[in-house]
């Protein structure tokens, strides 16, 4: 059987949909119904991010609070290593109730901790090749260091649901795929703290947005029981 070219375009839509586990193979008003639901009901946030003083955010945590969307799959921890007595990545996105793990991939013991308000934990002191978990519940920033070596620092950012990015270099971010509302956007400075504008969200439009935030800067901090560190190489 021939297809015209409104039929092959739904086709190639229901194979797309299919491949993503979003929809199964079929022809007519079911491809033709998730095609609507997956692309034309939904719309996008874009946006800016400056830091205090007119410099472009770049690396900021913009999010989305409150999108009802449909649960993620499940997916592997998010990794954070050790090595050469840093954390690599230095950021990290999660959303909330996901798992972290800390693998230590250097010669040397660590010890992972964070005195955060948005998660609080020591996993204790262990060697190299050898890793350790932590489940993140709460939303917010979790600052994290080792016990040991003050050099040491990483951060986590929770979010709430997944639609998030982190700004280019530029300052600028693109939410793409929401489904229509008002929500409240979220940007995470240099602080911690959250600053906070509404966006809403219309079929097949963009919604623009501008947040400022505090720029990052380097703050010396104690071990987890609040002493200076000490002179452990």
């Known amino acids: 059987m021939m297809l015209n070219r ?13 491949a993503a586990g979003l929809v199964g193979v079929g022809t007519g008003v079911g491809v033709q119904l998730a095609w609507s639901k997956s692309v034309a009901r939904t719309g996008a946030v874009t ?9 472009r955010g770049a690396g900021v945590v913009v ?22 007595k840093a954390f690599a990545p230095g950021l990290t996105v999660v959303p909330r ?5 800390f693998p230590n991939q250097d010669k040397v013991f660590h010890n992972v901790f964070s005195v955060s308000r948005a998660a609080r ?12 978990t932590v489940q993140l519940k709460r939303v917010g920033v979790v600052d994290v260091y080792c016990n040991i070596h003050p050099e040491m620092v990483a951060k986590v950012v929770v979010v709430d649901g ?33 600053v906070r504008t509404e966006v809403t969200v219309t079929v097949g439009g963009t919604t623009t947005a501008k947040l400022e935030v505090v720029k990052p800067a380097a703050q010396p901090h104690l071990r987890k029981d609040g002493t200076p560190y000490g002179r452990y190489k």
Not at 6 to 18: C, D, E, I, P, Y
Not at 47 to 55: E, M, N, P, R, S
Not at 97 to 101: A, L, M, N
Not at 121 to 132: Q, V
């Open 6 to 18: 409104k039929s092959r375009m739904m086709a190639v839509a229901a194979g797309v949909l299919a």
């Open 47 to 55: 946006g800016t991010v400056t830091f205090k003083g007119g410099a």
């Open 63 to 84: 999010s989305l609070v409150g999108v009802k969307a449909p649960p993620p799959g499940p997916e592997p921890a998010a990794q954070i290593k050790q090595v050469n």
């Open 97 to 101: 109730g996901s798992v972290v793990e």
């Open 121 to 132: 934990f020591d996993l204790g002191l262990y060697k190299s090749g050898t890793s350790k």
């Open 162 to 194: 997944p639609f998030w990015a982190v700004t280019g270099k530029d300052g600028s971010f693109k939410l793409t795929g929401v489904p229509p509302g008002t929500y409240p956007l979220v940007a995470y400075g240099g602080d911690g703290k959250e």
